[in-house]
């Protein structure tokens, strides 16, 4: 499987940003896709996922301003970031993990979102 991220970029405190991840190749059916964000000197942390069956999973530092979606039929999944603050600013990383096979899973390229005046 291979994912293309796009949509980073730099915003103002407050604004938004959506970000796009398609993913190619042998995707098992039952699948959850997210993403991931890495800021420099921290860990990379799950931002939000969601199963091929719709169920969704936020962390608690963003749950009300960011949306998790998919396009099944695209093989697209996508992340409505709203109300951006300064410590949103990382590297998001989007995610494919086969449900059943924990051997079979991608990660996209990253791409960088900064949020500041």
């Known amino acids: 499987v291979q994912l293309q991220a796009s949509g980073g970029g730099l915003v103002q405190p407050g604004g938004s940003l959506r970000l796009s991840c398609a993913a190619s190749g042998n995707i098992f059916s039952r699948n959850i896709m997210g993403w991931y964000r890495q800021a420099p000197g921290k860990q990379r942390e799950l931002v939000a996922s969601?199963?091929?069956?719709?169920?969704?999973r936020y962390a608690d530092s963003v749950k009300g301003r960011f949306t998790i979606a998919r396009d099944n039929a695209k093989n697209t999944v996508y992340l409505q970031m709203n109300s951006l603050k300064p410590e949103d600013t990382a590297v998001y990383y989007c995610n494919y993990r086969n449900v059943l096979n924990p051997r079979d899973y991608a990660w996209g390229q990253g791409t960088q979102v900064t949020v500041s005046s």
């Open positions: 969601i199963t091929s069956g719709g169920d969704t």
